[in-house]
């Protein structure tokens, strides 16, 4: 048991900016440790999606990695960066 899971967050566009992003993600940390008792959460976001990586960022996640050509959008591959948050 590595006790770490991904996670996945998706507004939609005419509610974005707004802090729910920012609300979800603080809710869902404190439930992942004081209720599933996990040891880290990471997400994988495309290099490009700049509002994510941001997101993370201010809420102290750490870019742990890149992963070359990971995301495939039906006619290209990107790379995708990994943010960690040690609970």
């Known amino acids: 048991r590595n006790l770490r899971a991904e996670l996945g967050i998706v507004v939609i566009a005419e509610h974005r ?3 729910y ?4 993600l603080r809710e869902i ?3 992942a ?3 599933l008792h996990l040891h880290q959460l990471y997400v ?5 999606n700049e509002p994510s990586m941001e997101l993370f ?3 102290g996640w750490l870019n742990s990695a890149t992963l070359a050509d990971w995301l495939f959008d039906g006619s290209q591959y990107h790379d ?8």
């Open 33 to 35: 440790l004081h209720v």
């Open 21 to 24: 992003a920012s609300a979800i």
């Open 29 to 31: 940390t404190c439930y």
């Open 44 to 48: 994988v976001i495309d290099q490009h």
């Open 80 to 87: 995708a960066v990994v943010y960690q948050k040690i609970l």
């Open 17 to 19: 900016r707004q802090g």
């Open 57 to 59: 960022r201010h809420s």
